[in-house]
């Protein structure tokens, strides 16, 4: 059996829409987006029948409408999303400890010490696609690789359903063709210069001298050229701790109303405690992020005790946070609101934090995620969240 290191980069299929059209059969084979459906809406996901009319996530709603005005607009359903993302990533644990999650939908997966027991790594491969389509219906495509870099480059070139395999004497060979544009990193203003440049393909760049580098990457140069050249040490990290987590929204029009803004607030700060309680963390930290409509940027923050991962303890700091500036800022309009939480911890360490006399409201929200869970976000809403 080869010593070299086999890695694996799984990375799911259009993975909202993927979801969506599963759960609705009459969207399949149809154009769908899944994102916000307002003026200042983004794309989150679209699939394939989207793409091929040039629709991307991260593009504005608008313009994808523009390029595909058939295209059927969903908007995002986060937590059953997070449900199916639970599954796969359960089926990942089945062949390897040694998972680090990238995203809902992707994750590096090393399954070198796994041969022994599972097959080759293109067996193995060949299983996980196996069972996440058996287990989700979803599909997902695969890069097998000595690293995770090549891996990660390997999974994206034979989409959707793909399963690519490069062999350590295979890298050169299977890098050098491929466009600049395909080195992860490598941003479109980066890639513009490399491109402009006279470099269009990962071998030319691995072979560019000092002389063309240089002035685009200073001293990343000598990085830059291994990364063209395959060569990526980095292990895969699984036990990867999150630092911090937030939920955000760009509002369609500019909000004024201190009373809408703090009903959105509200809705923001159970949005991130329940992605706390999915992942059973508690928090000691709120930060409130306001955006105003000139684009001006400013965040507030404050620690609290015990931890928590209650709604109403971290809806309420967020709320004064709120006050505090909207003093200082009377009659702003702003944009995007956002509340995050940081300072984690596990909520195991929950009863070391216990205040006596004090109430707790961790089962009515662990009541209200597990509504959600089935029967959608609006299911249930929080009095204070509600728009008037």
């Given at each position: 059996?080869?010593?070299?290191?086999?890695?694996?980069?799984?990375?799911?299929?259009?993975?909202?829409?993927?979801?969506?059209?599963?759960?609705?059969?009459?969207?399949?084979?149809?154009?769908?987006?899944?994102?916000?459906?307002?003026?200042?809406?983004?794309?989150?996901?679209?699939?394939?029948?989207?793409?091929?009319?040039?629709?991307?996530?991260?593009?504005?709603?608008?313009?994808?409408?523009?390029?595909?005005?058939?295209?059927?607009?969903?908007?995002?359903?986060?937590?059953?999303?997070?449900?199916?993302?639970?599954?796969?990533?359960?089926?990942?644990?089945?062949?390897?400890?040694?998972?680090?999650?990238?995203?809902?939908?992707?994750?590096?997966?090393?399954?070198?010490?796994s041969r022994l027991l599972k097959g080759d790594s293109v067996a193995i491969a060949k299983a996980i696609k196996s069972r996440i389509r058996?287990?989700?219906?979803?599909?997902?495509?695969?890069?097998?690789?000595?690293?995770?870099?090549?891996?990660?480059?390997?999974?994206?070139?034979?989409?959707?359903?793909?399963?690519?395999?490069?062999?350590?004497?295979?890298?050169?060979?299977?890098?050098?063709?491929?466009?600049?544009?395909?080195?992860?990193?490598?941003?479109?203003?980066?890639?513009?210069?490399?491109?402009?440049?006279?470099?269009?393909?990962?071998?030319?760049?691995?072979?560019?001298?000092?002389?063309?580098?240089?002035?685009?990457?200073?001293?990343?140069?000598?990085?830059?050229?291994?990364?063209?050249?395959?060569?990526?040490?980095?292990?895969?990290?699984?036990?990867?701790?999150?630092?911090?987590?937030?939920?955000?929204?760009?509002?369609?029009?500019?909000?004024?109303?201190?009373?809408?803004?703090?009903?959105?607030?509200?809705?923001?700060?159970?949005?991130?405690?329940?992605?706390?309680?999915?992942?059973?963390?508690?928090?000691?930290?709120?930060?409130?992020?306001?955006?105003?409509?000139?684009?001006?940027?400013?965040?507030?923050?404050?620690?609290?005790?015990?931890?928590?991962?209650?709604?109403?303890?971290?809806?309420?700091?967020?709320?004064?946070?709120?006050?505090?500036?909207?003093?200082?800022?009377?009659?702003?309009?702003?944009?995007?609101?956002?509340?995050?939480?940081?300072?984690?911890?596990?909520?195991?360490?929950?009863?070391?934090?216990?205040?006596?006399?004090?109430?707790?409201?961790?089962?009515?929200?662990?009541?209200?995620?597990?509504?959600?869970?089935?029967?959608?976000?609006?299911?249930?809403?929080?009095?204070?969240?509600?728009?008037?």
């Amino acid at each position: 059996m080869s010593t070299a290191r086999a890695i694996l980069h799984v990375d799911m299929d259009a993975f909202y829409a993927s979801v969506e059209q599963r759960d609705d059969p009459s969207l399949r084979g149809k154009p769908v987006v899944v994102g916000g459906i307002g003026g200042r809406g983004v794309v989150a996901a679209a699939s394939y029948e989207a793409r091929r009319f040039g629709v991307r996530s991260a593009m504005p709603m608008r313009r994808a409408l523009e390029l595909c005005p058939q295209a059927i607009c969903i908007p995002p359903r986060m937590q059953h999303y997070r449900q199916v993302s639970r599954q796969v990533f359960a089926i990942f644990h089945e062949f390897t400890p040694l998972v680090q999650g990238l995203s809902l939908d992707e994750a590096y997966l090393d399954v070198t010490a796994s041969r022994l027991l599972k097959g080759d790594s293109v067996a193995i491969a060949k299983a996980i696609k196996s069972r996440i389509r058996e287990v989700t219906g979803l599909t997902a495509s695969v890069g097998v690789a000595p690293n995770r870099l090549v891996a990660k480059i390997a999974s994206d070139v034979n989409k959707p359903d793909g399963l690519t395999i490069v062999t350590p004497d295979e890298v050169l060979a299977f890098l050098d063709p491929l466009s600049v544009r395909r080195l992860p990193g490598l941003g479109r203003k980066t890639g513009q210069k490399v491109e402009a440049a006279g470099i269009h393909t990962l071998g030319e760049l691995r072979r560019a001298s000092d002389a063309v580098l240089w002035p685009i990457f200073g001293r990343h140069t000598p990085r830059i050229r291994e990364r063209a050249a395959g060569i990526d040490e980095r292990p895969v990290t699984p036990d990867w701790e999150e630092k911090s987590l937030s939920a955000e929204e760009t509002f369609d029009t500019d909000i004024a109303d201190p009373a809408r803004l703090h009903a959105e607030l509200a809705r923001l700060a159970d949005r991130s405690c329940a992605r706390l309680r999915a992942k059973r963390l508690v928090a000691g930290c709120v930060t409130v992020k306001i955006r105003r409509h000139d684009f001006a940027t400013f965040t507030r923050q404050r620690s609290f005790a015990p931890h928590s991962n209650e709604s109403r303890v971290v809806a309420n700091l967020a709320h004064v946070l709120l006050d505090e500036w909207l003093r200082s800022q009377p009659g702003a309009r702003l944009r995007l609101l956002g509340v995050g939480v940081s300072d984690l911890a596990p909520a195991e360490q929950l009863d070391l934090f216990e205040v006596p006399g004090r109430t707790p409201s961790t089962p009515l929200d662990e009541a209200i995620d597990r509504i959600r869970e089935r029967f959608g976000q609006d299911a249930v809403r929080r009095a204070s969240s509600i728009r008037r």
